[in-house]
Antibody, heavy 121, light 110 residues
């Protein structure tokens, strides 16, 4: 079965960096585009990064562009999110998620359990 | 403020039918398919409906989705206590060049 397991969350001061990881199993990781999506009670769900199946194409919303970098190692079935210059508003639960294939339209079909990032002095 | 608009809450009694709505625009729901997610307390979102009205295997047929113009709806019939959760709609947005989500509807089973 598809499993996505995030790690690397924690408490970090504003302006510092943090790297999240997501270990994938139960499917051919190299065949799927992947996302990082974050969630807060106040702002709801927000995508923060997308990477193509082979890492050749990456996209970010304006809110994190230039500060966050998504990457993947298909040999290790692992997705990463490097977060630099963190702000208090980046405090969220961060989910790793898989983009579905062949479902007739854009879909994220599996989510990890999430990892909490708290940016606070 | 979420791009897709959902009522913050809904409720029903066991056995009832409840409908949750999601409103968007021509750049998202108007031209792209809609997905629905169920998030039980303390867990990650789970895909409930994809491509407007398709159910992944394992999702009961009590759950159904529909879309009309720039709006979409999730209907839950034969409401059960275990349906108490947050429900989110989502779609691709051509203007933002990324996915957008609704703010979520908290369903309470009375």
């Amino acid at each position: 079965q598809v499993q996505l397991v995030e790690s690397g969350g924690g408490v970090v001061q504003p302006g510092r960096s943090l790297r999240l990881s997501c270990a994938a199993s139960g499917f051919t990781f190299s065949g799927f585009a992947m996302y990082w999506v974050r969630q807060t009670p106040a702002k709801g769900l927000e995508w923060v990064a997308r990477i193509a199946y082979d890492g050749s194409d990456k996209h970010y919303p304006d809110s994190v562009r230039g500060r966050f970098t998504i990457s993947r190692d298909n040999s290790k079935n692992t997705l990463y999110l490097q977060m630099n210059t963190l702000r208090t508003e980046d405090t969220s639960v961060y989910y790793c998620a898989r983009e579905g294939v062949g479902l007739g339209g854009w879909t994220v079909d599996y989510w990890g359990q999430g990892t909490l990032v708290t940016v606070s002095s | 403020q979420s791009v897709l608009t959902q009522s913050p809450s809904a409720s029903g009694t066991p056995g009832q039918k409840v409908t949750i709505s999601c409103s968007g625009s021509s750049s998202n729901i108007g031209t792209h398919t809609v997905n629905w997610y169920q998030q039980l307390p303390g867990t990650a979102p789970k895909l409930l409906i994809y491509t407007n009205n398709q159910r992944p295997s394992g999702v009961p047929d009590r759950f159904s989705g529909s879309k009309s113009g720039s709006s979409a709806s999730l209907a839950i019939s034969g409401l059960q206590s275990e349906d108490e959760a947050d429900y989110y709609c989502a779609a691709w947005d051509a203007s933002l060049i990324g996915p957008v989500f609704g703010g979520g509807t908290k369903l309470t089973v009375l």
